[in-house]
C-alpha cells in the first residue's frame, strides 16, 4: 500500500515559505509531500493543491487582503489530516500581524489549528536533535504567566507531553524535567511560592501515578548535563525554554504542537521578508520538520 503523503502549508506567500517548499525538489521528500498554496509560486516538480491568492503577491510585501485564502488553506491541510488523506502537516512560517490586520482574531497556528482539530489544550514543543523542550505557557504577557500556571493547567501539560512522548515518538517511559518558575526555583519560598503552592504538589501527584517527572529545578541548571534530563525539559514560559533550544539548533529546530488529534510540525523562524525572494533562505528546519514529522508518523 503506498505511503500517505505529508502536507505541507506555503506559508505567508511574500514571506519565504514557498521558496522553502520549492527546496524540497530533489530531495527525497520530493514524492512525500503535497503543499497546499499557490500553483504559481510552486515549482512544477512538486505536487499541489492549488489555493491560488486574489492579490499579486509581491516578495517582501505581504497584504490582508490574501489573509483569508492562506487560512483556507490551512484548514484544508488540518481538515485532510483528520480524514486521514494525509499522515500529518507540516507548516511553513506566516505572519500573525498580516492576518489579524485582516480583521481575524489570530494568535498563531498552534491556536487555530486546536480550534479546527478540537483540540483542548495543544502544547508547543520545539525539538533540536535529542533535545526537546515543552512550555507550560505560550504567548502571554510575562506579568500574566504565573496566574496561568494553575494546577490544572500544568497537570493538564505534563500528561499530554507524556502521553505524546509515547505515541508520537515511540519512548517507552519518558523522563521530563520541570522547571521551577521563579530563580533558584523560588528558594524555598525566599524568591515566589509558586513552585510551593502549585508546580510541586502537581509534579507529586503525578509521580505517585508512576509517572517519570523530575523537578521543579531552577532553569538555569535544568539543561545542564548536570540535571540528567533525558527525553524533554518543560519550561514555564516562551522565553525560559526556547532561548536554551534556539541556540542549540537555531535554523536546524522544528516545532511541534503535541496534544493534537494530528501530527503537526513547523519550523522554527518567521517569514522573513527581508530575504523574500532572494533564493537566500535556508531549508534546513523546514527539511527537519518534515523528517521529524515522518518519524512521528511511523509511530
Do not use: W
Not at 144 to 153: F, G, H, L, S, W
Not at 267 to 289: C, K, M, N, Q, Y
Amino acid at each position: 500500500m503506498q505511503e500517505k503523503p505529508l502536507v505541507i502549508t506555503a506559508g505567508e506567500p511574500a514571506g519565504v515559505g514557498p521558496e522553502l517548499c520549492n527546496a524540497l525538489v530533489g530531495t527525497r521528500f520530493e514524492k512525500r509531500v503535497v503543499v497546499v498554496g499557490d500553483r504559481r509560486q510552486i515549482d512544477e516538480r512538486l505536487e499541489v493543491v492549488d489555493t491560488p491568492f486574489p492579490v499579486e503577491v509581491k516578495p517582501g510585501e505581504p497584504t490582508p487582503a490574501n489573509a483569508a485564502t492562506l487560512l483556507d488553506g490551512l484548514r484544508l491541510a488540518a481538515e485532510g489530516c483528520l480524514a486521514g488523506e494525509f499522515a500529518g502537516m507540516v507548516t511553513a512560517p506566516l505572519a500573525k500581524s498580516v492576518i489579524a490586520d485582516s480583521g481575524v482574531a489570530f494568535t498563531g497556528h498552534t491556536e487555530y489549528l486546536a480550534g479546527i482539530t478540537g483540540a483542548r489544550l495543544p502544547v508547543m514543543m520545539l525539538v533540536a536533535g535529542d533535545l526537546r523542550v515543552a512550555l507550560a505557557t505560550t504567548h502571554l504577557p510575562l506579568r500574566d504567566v504565573p496566574d496561568a500556571i494553575t494546577p490544572e493547567v500544568l497537570d493538564a501539560v505534563v500528561r499530554i507531553l507524556d502521553s505524546d512522548l509515547r505515541t508520537r515518538f515511540g519512548i517507552a517511559r519518558p523522563e521530563i524535567v520541570v522547571c521551577g518558575l521563579n530563580p533558584h526555583a523560588g528558594e524555598n519560598g525566599h524568591l515566589g511560592r509558586e513552585e510551593i503552592d502549585s508546580i510541586t504538589p502537581t509534579l507529586d501527584a503525578l509521580r505517585a501515578e508512576g509517572m517519570h517527572v523530575r523537578g521543579p529545578l531552577p532553569a538555569d541548571t535544568a539543561f545542564t548535563p548536570a540535571a540528567g534530563h533525558k527525553d524533554a525539559v518543560l519550561a514555564m514560559y516562551h522565553d525560559q525554554g526556547l532561548p536554551v533550544l534556539k541556540f542549540a539548533g537555531f535554523g536546524h529546530a522544528v516545532n511541534v504542537t503535541l496534544g493534537l488529534p494530528i501530527i503537526r510540525t513547523s519550523v522554527d523562524h518567521g517569514t522573513a521578508f527581508d530575504i523574500a525572494g532572494s533564493g537566500r533562505a535556508d531549508p534546513g528546519s523546514l527539511l527537519a520538520a518534515v523528517e521529524l514529522a515522518l518519524q512521528m508518523a511511523g509511530h
